[in-house]
């Protein structure tokens, strides 16, 4: 029973970091489940500790899928390489950065923080990395407040999704008070060639942190937004190669997001990781930690 008990506790484990990334089961889904563990409770050829491994597995699939948020949190969501954020300012308010380059699977991932609103979504600029997902947002749900400032750039995701709802163009110094949070323009301060650079910058505050959404800002926006400072950095590009190193530093962050999945294009790059960590920073990835959630309140 001792050998047993420890089986099923390093199994515990291993279902609780899986169940976080399973979808929402839906009545049909539970249901199935319920009978299956009770089939193997009652089934008289069963081992009990067969038994009691199932009903774990179906405990924990009861609850995948479903995560409650502190209020006033930001959560750079696992979406493969690309960005989406989301940031819960208490009392089921949420906003939307980005949305990653999958439609189903930040559906899933919204429906996991039982997100059935918007009242803000950001655009931060055209990329199919970070606009695709919000096709099926704009689809599937109610969208208050879009902000975005992609002309001349465009691209046919992004395009598609602007068509679907108004746009509000913010300017350097707009606020949104989403309950215990404040998001406000950083950036982009003109025009620029490249529509990473053009990216929208908010930086989202907190009672107690703050933390820096950069878009893909590269070296010639990064170096026209000076004297800006976050506890928290989601580092702009996936960790491209495309930063200014002291750039990095500058914010002065104690931890920072690298949102990525896999990718041709080495990113994140060793040397912006190291930047990073020299600099005083706990670094994080979404493809090895999953969804990460940071508290500002």
């Given amino acids: 029973m001792v050998d047993l008990a420890a089986l099923l506790a390093d199994a515990v484990l291993a279902l609780a970091q899986f169940g976080s990334t399973l979808p929402q089961l839906g009545p049909w889904g539970l249901g199935a489940l319920l009978a299956l563990g009770v089939t193997l409770l009652r089934w008289p050829t069963v081992a009990p500790g067969a038994a009691v491994a199932g009903s774990v597995v179906i405990v924990l699939l009861l609850i995948a899928g479903r995560a409650t948020l502190p209020d006033g949190a930001v959560v750079v969501l696992d979406v493969g390489q690309g960005d989406s954020i989301l940031i819960h300012g208490g009392d089921s308010r949420f906003a939307l950065v980005d949305g990653g380059p999958d439609e189903l699977l930040l559906e899933e991932r919204l429906r996991h923080y039982g997100v059935k609103s918007l009242e803000l979504v950001v655009l931060t600029h055209v990329h ?170």
């Avoid at 002309?151 to 046919?156: L, M």
């Avoid at 930086?203 to 010639?220: A, H, P, Y």
């Avoid at 920072?256 to 005083?280: I, K, R, Y």
């Fill in 128 to 297: 199919a990395d970070h606009a695709t997902g919000l096709l099926g947002v704009a689809e599937t749900m109610a969208v208050g407040t879009v902000w975005a400032d992609t002309s001349p750039h465009s691209s046919s995701a992004a395009s598609e999704f602007l068509a679907l709802t108004p746009v509000d163009t913010p300017q350097v110094g707009d606020q949104y008070q989403l309950g215990s949070l404040v998001i406000e323009v950083i950036g982009p301060l003109r025009k620029y060639a490249s529509p990473n650079d053009q990216s929208l910058v908010v930086k989202v505050t907190g009672q107690s942190r703050s933390m820096l959404l950069t878009g893909d800002i590269e070296t010639v926006a990064q170096d026209e937004l000076t004297d800006i400072r976050a506890d928290v950095l989601k580092v702009p590009h996936q960790g491209a190669a495309t930063s200014n190193p002291e750039w990095l530093a500058s914010v002065g962050a104690d931890l920072a997001v690298v949102s990525v999945g896999p990718n041709q294009f080495g990113h994140p790059a060793d040397w912006v990781l190291a930047e990073l960590e020299t600099a005083g920073a706990q670094v994080v990835r979404t493809d090895e930690a999953g969804d990460v959630v940071v508290p500002l309140s």
